[in-house]
């Protein structure tokens, strides 16, 4: 998803704060002040009965602040569930909140003891869970997972959640994030455009660079980049990575051993992304842009591919021109003997919502999260989003976009899903990965200088002590 770009006027106290967050360097004093946070005794707010129907003892009339992120997904869904809540919580009036800057806006608010009954907690500056889960502000969410769900009180709720929801929310054994879209990613681009020009979407490096010539030669650029948004680039990265080297690359990568960023996959990646800058085959100055001028771009047939995720359609529908059909494709294969087939697909449960265990009414905000976790909630973020919720059968049927279906077709025909774990992890390593590829991509690094500046990322996360470490074991 996407946040707004700092402007120079914005680079302030409060910004460098927020960026140190983004990079880990306040994570020592976030865990002693939250720590601090925690010594009250009990859970904040009242609560009623404990029935089959109120199974968190949601208290009468009680009011709840819900705040969510102002990104691709839009406003219209939280707005739909706000409407569900207080038609069955008369007179439990929501206070709905939005933000485009979640970090910036919320994490302040835990260390006040005073954060919203439920956060969701997207965009690239998000808040790191670690150091507000050590301060005891997170609520467990199995107590929601294993309440009765909103539409069979007979079935518990993770069992109507897709394969992966609940492991992609895990922190130290405890699942204390509920992911709430399944995204599709990929390299996004308009049908109409390649039927008209006579393209085919390419599936290896050489039909990537054939192509990319053909476009160059009709003024049209095959790749741009959300290049304000490092974390875009970021994806992008990983997915090549995973194509050349697979599993084991990123099994080095998640565990922080020695080097695993100077890797043959690695080094192919960064090699590849060089190639493209240096051919010129990327839109000029996107490295300067933000999300929504590149998008435009592929929109306007001004470039070939962008990479972003199934929400890419709903963001951009009021400026999407008559005749162009989104679809997606896979990641196309970078090297002769990659590790993944062409297919492989980068598709997972994203857009994480958190229940602060501090709040005024935490009962309320996983009463309001098991709600979104309805079929009839989850069906109407897929038709207002056109993207697929993590309920199972919620979006059957629907044929509301062509981006939906393809991103559905190509999900299906994934001979293996990509995922990575330290992005959830390491918030300095995810920074420096984003820096680093924007600058190959504009054309001012090497790829022998990619790897060494994360590399160095990467060794000083494993050295710092006050970071906690996870072991990814598959």
Not at 237 to 246: K, Q
Not at 266 to 290: F, P
């Amino acid at each position: 998803m996407t946040v707004t770009p700092d402007s120079p006027s914005e680079l302030n106290r409060r910004t460098v704060l927020r960026r140190a967050a983004a990079a880990g360097l306040l994570a020592a004093p976030a865990i002693s002040a939250l720590a601090a946070c925690a010594s009250e005794d009990g859970d904040g707010g009242t609560t009623g009965e404990k029935t089959e129907a109120n199974p968190f003892g949601v208290g009468d009339k009680q009011p709840l602040e819900v705040a969510f992120f102002n990104g691709g997904f839009g406003e219209d869904y939280a707005k739909f569930d706000v409407a569900a809540y207080e038609a069955k919580w008369p007179g439990s009036k929501v206070d709905l909140k939005f933000s485009k800057l979640i970090l910036t806006d919320y994490q302040p608010r835990f260390y006040g003891g005073n954060p919203p009954d439920l956060l969701n907690n997207s965009s690239p500056e998000t808040i790191p869970v670690g150091p507000v889960i050590q301060g005891g502000q997170l609520r467990d969410l199995t107590e929601l997972l294993d309440a009765p769900s909103y539409d069979d009180p007979k079935v518990k709720v993770k069992d109507t959640l897709v394969a992966g929801t609940v492991e992609s929310g895990i922190f130290n054994g405890k699942p204390y994030t509920l992911n709430y879209a399944y995204s599709i990613y990929g390299m996004w681009y308009d049908e109409t455009l390649f039927a008209t020009k006579g393209y085919t979407v390419p599936k290896n490096w050489d039909e990537f660079a054939a192509l990319a010539e053909k476009a160059k030669a009709d003024k049209i650029a095959a790749f741009t980049f959300q290049g304000v948004h490092p974390w875009y680039i970021f994806n992008v990265v990983n997915e090549f990575i995973w194509m050349a080297g697979g599993l084991d690359a990123f099994m080095k990568i998640d565990n922080l051993e020695p080097n695993a960023w100077k890797q043959d996959a690695v080094k192919l990646t960064a090699e590849r992304l060089a190639e493209m800058a240096a051919k010129g085959w990327v839109q000029a100055g996107a490295a300067g842009l933000d999300h929504t001028t590149t998008q435009q771009a592929v929109l306007d047939g001004k470039a070939l591919f962008i990479w972003c995720g199934s929400w890419l359609e709903g963001e951009m529908a009021k400026t999407i021109p008559a005749g162009v059909k989104l679809a997606v494709a896979p990641p196309w294969n970078i090297g002769a003997s990659d590790k993944s087939k062409y297919g492989t697909v980068h598709a997972a449960p994203g857009e994480g919502f958190i229940v602060p265990s501090r709040s005024k009414n935490p009962a309320g905000g996983l009463e309001f999260l098991r709600m979104m976790l309805g079929k009839e909630q989850a069906r109407k973020f897929a038709e207002l989003t056109k993207s697929l919720p993590v309920v199972k059968g919620a979006a059957d049927g629907l044929t509301i976009s062509n981006a939906l279906t393809s991103a559905s077709k190509v999900a299906a025909a994934a001979p293996e899903v990509i995922s990575w774990k330290y992005e959830g992890w390491y918030a300095p390593l995810v920074t420096a990965v984003g820096a680093a590829a924007t600058d190959l991509l504009a054309g001012k690094s090497t790829p022998d200088a990619f790897m060494a500046a994360v590399q160095k990322v990467a060794d000083e996360v494993a050295k710092d002590e006050k970071i906690v470490k996870q072991k990814r074991t598959a």
